[in-house]
């Protein structure tokens, strides 16, 4: 469905993926002619030393409640949150259950409406600019469902994001939802980023793929961050956040494969040394495993 040029092309297309983007100036791709309080921002959320980020997604109950893991952010997610370099979460939890003493910076989910009973595309704008402000956060994100049946409001909402956040220095993270039943392949993960950046995301989540994730972060001029997806067997969803980090990504913004694994501590440590160290599936495993026996082997604490 994509990629209308494909028709009858005259001349394949080149993505030089083996050539980085330049990034004259400071240390983000696409991010050399923002303002100084926009880089301010985006430097806390990628760690300058590595360019790249471990940004923990626990938002998943703006739209399905509840989600398996994140029943009791309080008791399970809080002690989890020193571990990550950023967080992407909406409003009602960061007030009601984020420590306002801890200072990581927040990715803040703007948009809502339909719940999983509903049209997931028919999303709106679901926070002010102003209370972003008020809120301290380092960012601002919505979804954006290209090809989805309310594609063109989802590109408004952000678009509209986009122009609030730079009159007030605040980057925004599009993150290309693929709704029920969207293709998950490099051609449409291609056309999706492209359109985030092109119409102003200054960051865009998007999910791997195995085929030509490469092509995906190469003709997208701004940084990549991979999104989890469904829960996978450990030693899986170390490697595809290796192969998406070997191939361009600036890092993750992952959920269920963290708070849903067994020992979603260890897995945090273990994602953190794969994303910034490039530490290879194989030997982050085996670092997850440690942990995990550490953390068993600790005694639990009563009451
Ligand atoms: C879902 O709509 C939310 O944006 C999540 O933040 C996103 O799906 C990432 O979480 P996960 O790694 O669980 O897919």
Request: proline share 6%.
């Amino acid at each position: 469905m994509p990629e209308a040029d494909t028709v009858k092309p005259t001349k394949e297309k080149n993505y030089y993926e083996h050539i980085p983007m330049a990034t004259p100036g400071f240390f983000l791709k696409g991010a050399s002619a923002l303002d100084w309080g926009m880089k301010n921002r985006l430097a806390r959320i990628f760690n300058p030393a590595t360019g790249r980020t471990v940004m923990l997604a626990i938002d998943h109950g703006y739209f399905q409640g509840p989600t398996t893991g994140l029943e009791r952010i309080d008791l399970n997610i809080v002690p989890l949150m020193p571990m990550a370099d950023a967080l992407m979460l909406t409003r009602g939890i960061l007030r009601t259950t984020v420590p306002p003493a801890l200072t990581k910076p927040i990715v803040l989910r703007c948009s809502g409406g339909p719940s999983i009973l509903k049209e997931l595309s028919n999303e709106e704008l679901a926070v002010d600019i102003e209370d972003a402000v008020r809120l301290n956060v380092a960012a601002v994100t919505l979804q954006v469902f290209i090809g989805g049946e309310y594609e063109t409001r989802s590109v408004h909402n952000m678009t509209r994001l986009v122009d609030m956040g730079l009159r007030l220095g605040i980057p925004t993270m599009a993150v290309t939802a693929v709704g029920k039943t969207m293709t998950r392949d490099a051609q449409y993960f291609r056309l999706a980023c492209r359109i985030c950046a092109e119409l102003g995301a200054h960051m865009v989540k998007t999910y791997y793929c195995e085929e030509g994730f490469e092509t995906i972060t190469a003709s997208c001029p701004v940084p990549i961050v991979m999104a989890g997806g469904k829960k996978l067997p450990e030693l899986e969803a170390l490697t595809m956040a290796y192969n998406a980090i070997q191939q361009g990504a600036a890092g993750v913004d992952m959920g269920r494969n963290i708070f849903q694994s067994e020992a979603p501590k260890a897995m945090m440590q273990a994602i953190a040394k794969v994303v910034h160290e490039s530490l290879k599936p194989k030997a982050a495993f085996d670092l997850y495993e440690t942990l995990k026996n550490q953390e068993a082997g600790k005694p639990k604490r009563r009451g």
